[in-house]
Structure formats: C-alpha cells, structure tokens
C-alpha cells in the first residue's frame, strides 16, 4: 500500500480524496486542509513564496532541521535554561513561546491541531492578539526541543516569552490607568443622574426622604471616584506642596477635593448644593489627559528593549582544538574564540582570526550592500554574515559591545532632548497663584461680612476657575489635528510635534530609505556580446537567486537552475547554468574566467556587475537604488521656508554625493557612525538651531532621539519607529509638506483656545470673588468654557486628505 501524500506546508498526511491544494513554486501542491491552504496561499500572495525554497525539504520530515538549529534548540533542553521560562507542576511543565509567522487565524488552529496531537501534550493554546503559545506537557516524555522542532517541521519558529521587567511594570501601569479611567467614566453617569434629580430646577415636587436618598447614593458614588481614581493627584499635589512647586495637581486637588467635602457638608445636612457631578467630570477629562501620556512613555521604554532581539541566543563556541560546540550566549567568554557561519548574526565584538566573507551592517550603519571583511578586520555584535565561515576572537561583551554603546546613545539623548515649554501648564501655574490668593483673600473679606456665605463664595471661586479649560486647550487641538494627519498618512507619537515644526529651522535627512527606497534595483543591462539583455538577465538570476546577498533580490526569478554555485566573498558568484560556466560580479574576477582583459565601467553611478563566461564577458548590470519621487518636492518646500539643509549618511559609497547632487543638497557627509550623526546634531544645537530630522535605521536611532522634532519612516525599523516623535506610515514625503501647513493652523487654534481660557477665568474670577455666581452655574460655566475650547479644536478636523502632489501612478 503506498504511503500518503504529505501535506506541502504542515508535512502531515493528505487524507485520501483530499480536495485541498495551493500553487507554490510553480506547481499545485496537496494540502491536508483548508488551513493550511490558507497559510500557504498568504503566504505566495505576500511575495514570500521564496520561503518554501529553504523550508521544502524539512517540511515533510520533522527530524530533517539543520544542524546548527536542532543544537539550538536542544538547548533549551537544559534545566539551567528552562529554570527562567519553565514552570513544573507534579508530572507536568508549563511554559509561554513567542510564536513567528502567524498571518491569519488559520495559522492559529493549524498550530494548536499539530500540537494536541503529540500525546504528551496536555493543552496547547495560542492568543492570535499577542501570538503567544501557553503549553503544558508531560517533559518526562517530550523533551521542549522535540515541540520546537514540530512547530518549525509546520513553518512556525518559537522562543521562551520572557517579558522585560520595565515594559511590563509600564504595562501593569497603563492597565491601572485604564481603568481608573472606565470607573470614572461609568461613575459619573450614575452620579451626574442622582444629582440632578436634586435640583429644583427638575424636580419641584421632590420629597425630603427621596432628597436625602439621593444626596446619600450621589455621596456613595462619588467616593470611588476620588479615592481610587483621582489618588494620583492628591500624591502629587503633596509632592508638590513639599517641594514649594505648584502644578496642576494642586489646583485640580483643591477643586476635587474641596467639591467632595462641600458635598458631604451637603449631604449630612440636607442642604446645598451637590458637587458630586464635578467631581466626577474634573476625573474623567483629566485622567484621559494622563492615560494618553502613560502610553506615549510605555512606548519609548519598549524601544529600547528591541535592541535585544539584534543578538543571537546562542553560538558556536571552540575548543583548543579546533571542534565546535554549541552554547549560550550568557556562557560566553572574553577571549574565547567562536565560529560564525554564513547566514548567522554575529553574538559579541570581535576580530576576525580566519576566513573572509561579507557583513550586512545595515541595521547599525545604514549601508545597504555587505561589506567585504578578512582576516584582521573587526566586527560587531548584531551584524550578519553572509557568505563564508568566519572564527572571530572575542573582544567585547555585554555592556561593552558597539550595540550597547547605541543603546547608551539612545537613553542619553532621549534625557538630553530638548522639550518645548509648556505653554498652559506655565499658564495655569501663575493663574493658580493669583487665584489661591484671591481665594484667601475673599475668604478673610466674606468670613468678616457673612460667615454663612464665605465657605460656599470661596468654593464658587474655586470651581468656577479650575484651569481646566486651560489644561484642555493644547491637547484637544493636538488630538484633533493628530487625527487629520493621521489620514494624511503621517502618525504622531508625541503631542508637540504640530507645535515644535513652527520653530524649525535646520532638516536632517538619512539617505538609504528615507530619500531613496533602501533596496537595489537593476536599472540597465549592457550587453557586450550577441546575447540579447533578457539572455543575460536569466543567466545572472539563475546564479544569485542561491545567493543570500542583498544583491541577489533586485534579480527576480530567473528562467534556469544553476548548479555548482560557488560564492567568493567581495568578489562575486561562479555557478554553471545549462552547462555553461559563468561568473558575475568585480570585473576582475569575471574577466579571469575567460583570461581576457577586464572591460571598462562605462559609467560612474550605481552598482556596476559584469557577467561572462569562459568565452569572453557577455553583460553589464547597473543596480541602483532609486530616489524618491517626492524627494525633491519635500526638499524644495524646506527651502522655500529657509531651513538649512544637511543630509547625513551611514553609507560611504558615491552615491551619497549622486543624491545630493541630484537634489542639490549642498551639506553631505558619508560613512558616518551613529555616534558621529549625533555629534553633528549636538553641534547644531549648540548654534542654537531647532532641528527636524527624518530616517529609518538603527544609526539613526540616537539622533532621532536627541532632535527637537523626528521623523522616521513607515518602511523604518521598529526600533526607529518608537523613538521617533512621529511615524510616516504611506512613505509618502508630500504629507509633511501638509504637515507643515497644518502645523502653523493648529499653533493659530492654541492660541485661541489659550486666549478664550484666560479670558473667561479673568472675567468670572471678579463675578465669583463678589458672590454673584453660585456654585452650581460656577461649574455650568467651566463645563461650557471647556466644551467651547473643544469644539474649537475640532475645526482641525475638517483638514482635506488629499496630498499636495501626486506620483505619476496617481496623475495617470
């Protein structure tokens, strides 16, 4: 009886008569379900059909992993290492994996259906939101490796969870936060009903019992309310008081506190006003206000902990002689030497001992094609080696590596960075002085006229003029017009963006992906013999489609299979395709084939590749990567402002200076190190510039950081994504030049806002202090007063979406 098909994706048998199939590679392929149709259908449809090339030949075969994987992963069979993610129970071990490669839910039943049918494992339960695996077994009958070796036999890789301890407590914080806020909110609607069914202006035919009911239930309500969700102003107007500092937690405090009091005063003696309702709407407006702060501080404390997953979790250690053994990066040692092969990240600084290869340190310097290095050469932690074998001598760990020097940058220039001030806080804080005194003051004048009157006239006072019209002015026209630019394509992480671009004066720009498009293109084929430049094309794809260099993508898929293809780092790639030997790559090396003289580049930019064969060399090949198409109408707007102009670069190739020319950039430098660029930055600032700066790499980290305002890219790294102040999600650099424009229209709308808040708490500050505004319309006319600085904010709103230009794909 012949054996089942099994599954193309999962490996797992095809049931007979299966009807379920997916076009991979070019053929139809057998699925065993309509999940894993589903995932490998995503999967083709995203462009990633390439990773079914790597993938095919373990799918079908679980035992079937790399080597070097399977000592990785056996690792994590030791009790050392499972004592930090672990968790033993009697006979059976619990844990949490990070689970990557999940695109749909699909994937989830896929993964949880592979793994309940191992008989040792007693629940298997991934959360699709967060991608995490909660898994119990039996680890006396299947050791944690064998689980992780079923789920990469399926396509999914998995890591111990283990959460960082800052952004967890910064999460624990943000879920407290959330919900002072929804008890705020749900409270007050209860109280703001009791109480004004209080009010004679509702109800004039109200019993004295249902009176005191209600007064006594609004009492009930409202103490939650004050205790557990306004705690934090009340501990903060006491630091404040202690450090001879006031903030708006004393003022709101006063008014919370002072309403709450006045309420129970009320209550107990069945007359008065009731206060609970304000109390409730001062919680609610302002722990808003605070949540959305809490958030943009979880996220700039992830960011750094991203950093992390730049390292491997373990490498090959060796001996003295010469054998290699796989250990953890914890276990390693200064001096000690490790062997890095093609394709691994490098775990610490090092100096190469043996071998030649190539380095992608495009994460760390911005250089998009690997660079060549040998024997000698240093090397850092977190770069990939591409093409050959490498034994390093370990020579910094830890702390002391060239990444954490990054980090450092990173933490320094986010507490060096420059804040704009405060307007309403600087704002709120003399008139909170001025009004504490005229508070005390009026108190003292109507304690002497009219004792009775002189609790309720200084609490009036104090209701009527709560600064939170003032508080509310910048931040409601910054959520509004956040949301504006939103549409536009631009995502704001931090509220004084729209207000800092109006004070700009110097722009920074990164090259490799945030002017260009960060990838190679091919953008011409010269052929130098009788071959046609489609012919040359299919040849030099056939020979870089089984190369891992970056190079290698701007090829395409290519008509032929290579064979015998031999990768010589810094040099380029010999294969043989349809029995014919070719070469591609340094002219020099290709030209050596065929013993003939190497032909001349015939121009100056771009990437320049020569193809030949035995014969003679048959091709040019230009790779370049591309400008922007609206590159130069961003730069063009920054020089209609008059900002200085300064492009600033990892790369160290020409084509640095091409872009700048091209551009007409008069300020550029190349083959700088993060370190560098944040010099630069801290020289402009020490001119007293105001500086904008826009990338997308991890050297570009440190200085978005430190800028008064950044910018990064939507293509960016997540790293560069969380430190920057704003995120250009459409890639689309026309939507800061609207940017620009909405800045000085939301810059107008504070004003406004400002002027209208200080304007009404002037006017109502003489009419409370004199007796002739009662509580209950002193916290009518701060309700309105706030709601009218809100619906001024909202005119943001109405901003139009449509870029100011267009790309000629969108004019066509």
């Not at 093409?387 to 450092?408: F, M």
């Amino acid at each position: 009886m012949a054996s089942p098909t099994p599954c193309y994706h999962c490996g797992l048998p095809v049931p007979a008569g299966g009807r379920f199939q997916a076009r991979v590679l070019g053929e139809t392929r057998a699925m065993c379900c309509p999940g894993c149709q589903a995932v490998a259908e995503a999967i083709v449809a995203g462009g990633l059909e390439s990773y079914y090339q790597h993938r095919s030949e373990t799918s079908a075969n679980p035992e079937a992993l790399p080597k070097a994987l399977s000592d990785e992963l056996a690792l994590y069979d030791r009790s050392d290492v499972q004592q930090a993610f672990v968790q033993h129970s009697g006979a059976l071990a619990s844990t949490c994996l990070l689970i990557e490669g999940i695109s749909c839910a699909a994937c989830g039943w896929l993964i949880e259906k592979h793994l309940r049918e191992l008989s040792s494992i007693s629940a298997a339960n991934l959360n699709l939101s967060n991608h995490r695996l909660y898994l119990s077994w039996d680890d006396s009958q299947l050791a944690l490796s064998q689980i992780l070796q079923a789920l990469r036999s399926i396509g999914y890789a998995a890591h111990p969870y283990q959460a960082d301890q800052a952004v967890e407590q910064l999460a624990q914080e943000n879920r407290r936060a959330l919900r002072q806020l929804g008890v705020a909110g749900m409270l007050w609607m209860q109280v703001m009903m009791a109480s004004m069914a209080t009010w004679p202006e509702f109800n004039l035919d109200l019993s004295s019992d249902l009176d005191r009911i209600l007064r006594w239930v609004s009492l009930f309500l409202t103490t939650p309310i004050v205790f557990y969700c306004c705690g934090d102003f009340f501990k903060g107007a006491l630091r404040d008081l202690r450090t001879r500092h006031l903030t708006m937690d004393v003022s709101v405090s006063l008014a919370i506190g002072g309403a709450y009091v006045a309420g129970i005063w009320s209550t107990v003696h069945q007359h008065g006003e009731l206060y609970f309702d304000a109390v409730g709407m001062f919680a609610l407006f302002l722990l808003a206000g605070r949540y959305l702060e809490r958030r943009a501080r979880e996220r700039t404390a992830a960011a750094t902990a991203q950093l992390v997953s730049l390292l491997p979790a373990s490498c090959l250690r060796l001996d003295e002689q010469g054998q290699s053994s796989r250990i953890l990066l914890s276990e390693l040692q200064l001096g000690e030497h490790i062997l890095v092969p093609p394709g691994a990240l490098l775990p610490a600084d090092g100096r190469i001992l043996s071998g030649q290869s190539s380095i992608d340190e495009s994460l760390l310097t911005g250089e998009y094609l690997p660079l060549p290095r040998q024997v000698g050469d240093q090397v850092t932690a977190g770069t990939l080696n591409v093409e050959g074998p490498l034994t390093v001598v370990v020579e910094a760990l830890g702390n002391d590596t060239r990444l954490s020097a990054i980090v450092r940058l990173l933490e320094r220039a986010q507490a060096e960075k420059p804040r704009l001030a405060q307007l309403a806080d600087q704002v709120a804080q003399w008139f909170l002085l001025i009004v504490l005194a005229t508070a005390a003051g009026v108190g003292l004048v109507w304690w002497q006229l009219d004792p009775d009157r002189a609790f309720w006239i200084v609490l009036a006072l104090l209701v009527a003029t709560c600064p939170c019209a003032l508080s509310l002015a910048t931040p409601t026209a910054l959520t509004a017009a956040t949301g504006s630019l939103h549409k536009l394509g631009l995502l704001l992480t931090r509220g004084h963006v729209l207000d800092g671009l109006n004070q700009i004066d110097t722009v920074i720009f990164d090259k490799t992906g945030t002017l260009t498009e960060g990838r190679l293109t091919l953008r011409e084929i010269h052929p130098l013999g009788e071959d046609s430049a489609d012919h040359c094309l299919g040849l030099a794809a056939a020979l870089e489609n089984r190369s891992e260099h970056p190079i290698a993508r701007a090829f395409g898929r290519a008509p032929w299979a290579a064979e015998q293809v031999d990768s010589h780092p810094g040099l380029g790639l010999e294969g043989v395709v349809n029995g014919q030997r070719l070469r591609i790559g340094q002219p020099a090396f290709v030209a050596a084939l065929s013993n003939t003289p190497a032909p001349a580049i015939p121009g100056d930019q771009g990437q320049w590749l020569l193809l030949g064969d035995e014969r003679a060399p048959l091709a040019w090949l230009v790779l370049d990567d591309r400008l922007r198409s609206d590159a130069p109408a961003l730069i063009d707007a920054c020089r209609e402002r008059g900002w200085q102009i300064l492009l600033l670069s990892g790369d160290s190739s020409p084509m640095v200076a091409q872009v700048a020319a091209e551009l007409g950039i008069s300020d550029a430098r190349s083959g700088l190190t993060p370190a560098d660029k944040l010099t630069a930055l801290q020289q402009l600032h020490s001119q007293g510039r105001r500086v904008l700066m826009l990338g997308d790499g991890v050297n570009d980290v440190p200085v978005l950081a430190a800028a008064d305002i950044s910018v990064a890219m939507g293509s960016a790294t997540d790293l560069a994504k969380t430190s920057a102040d704003a995120v250009l999600l459409s890639n689309r650099l026309d939507s800061l030049v609207q940017a620009f424009a909405l800045a000085r229209r939301t810059r107008r709308i504070i004003v406004e806002n400002l002027a209208w808040a200080c304007l009404y708490n002037g006017l109502i500050l003489p009419f409370a202090a004199l007796g002739w505004v009662t509580p209950i319309w002193a916290a009518l006319g701060m309700s309105l007063s706030s709601l009218l600085v809100v619906l001024n904010a909202l005119r943001l709103t109405r901003t139009p979406a449509a870029p100011l230009a267009h790309s000629p794909a969108q004019t066509a």
